[in-house]
């Protein structure tokens, strides 16, 4: 796709980087938003009751402001990363503070797109790596603020891992099928035994959605391994939060950010962590 020297190709995956985690935070912050509203339009009309005048929001109207006061961010104050740290990360207008959030996904953005060049090369398979990792990325922090893994992210992600395997590992597609549905099949079952026994919700039909995503783009072999990856890391974190923060005691935890990183795992170092995983077996 580009064959640039290293000391060209390096800067310039990480600026890329950078600004797509930059959009994210865009996406992160307005897409849940844009859900509800949709929903309370669709609820309103189910009800017969008059739409109500709402100005336009979307991912690129209004511009951003600060939460706090809601004074316009300049442009200078939206370059990644640097307008966070130049503001020591309070608002230029009110001196609120600015969530760490934001430079955060901008870095992981950075640090996702380094990898998949260093991986895969600036190749078009490595542009659809990228791609899912950084939708990934999306869904994680959306998962942590509001506990949902919306289907505008979800099922977009499913579609394009079958697309993957078509154009680069068309031998694989049918593993990917497969894969589609263990893995709904695999969290959906587990969900219904859980309620059945207990009476609760263990997780969100979300959380089937993103493990079908995962094995369009891993097939249903890596899905074990996902899943004992997603489930340590959860239950060890989860441990581990609620001792440290009494409040969290009792409450729901997201498992869509455990998902999240164990399909980063798999996807950027696959073969070795299978071949690992295969050798714990036999």
């Known amino acids: 796709m580009l064959d640039l020297p290293p000391s060209l190709l390096w800067p310039l995956a990480a600026v ?118 950084l939708t990934l990325l999306a869904m994680a922090v959306i998962d942590l603020r509001t506990q949902l893994l919306p289907d505008m992210l979800t099922l977009p992600l499913l579609w394009a891992g079958l697309l993957y395997q078509l154009l680069f590992q068309p031998l694989l597609l049918s593993s990917a099928v497969i894969g589609v549905m263990a893995g709904y099949l695999a969290l959906w079952s587990f969900y219904w035994l859980f309620k059945l026994v207990t009476g609760k919700e263990g997780m969100g039909y979300g959380d089937f959605k993103l493990l079908a995503a995962l094995g369009a783009w891993l097939g249903w072999q890596s899905l074990p391994l996902v899943l004992i990856l997603s489930a340590g890391a959860g239950a060890v974190i989860g441990v581990l939060m609620q001792l440290a923060i009494p409040r969290l005691r009792g409450a729901p935890m997201p498992f869509g950010p455990y998902l999240v990183v164990a399909g980063w795992l798999a996807l950027l170092a696959g073969e070795p962590l299978m071949a690992a995983y295969l050798g714990l077996l036999y």
């Open 16 to 133: 890329v980087g950078l600004c797509l985690g930059s959009f994210l935070n865009v996406v992160i912050a307005r897409l849940p938003v844009m859900l509800m509203q949709g929903w309370r339009a669709e609820a309103r009309e189910a009800l017969e009751l008059p739409s109500e005048e709402t100005p336009r929001f979307n991912l690129v109207t209004p511009r951003s402001i600060c939460p706090a006061c809601e004074a316009p961010i300049a442009w200078h104050d939206n370059i990644p990363l640097l307008g966070w740290f130049k503001r020591r990360g309070r608002c230029a207008s009110c001196r609120a503070r600015i969530s760490p959030q934001y430079p955060l996904v901008e870095l992981a953005g950075g640090a996702l797109a380094l990898a998949v060049v260093a991986i895969f090369g600036a190749t078009w398979q490595g542009l659809f790596i990228l791609g899912a990792c």
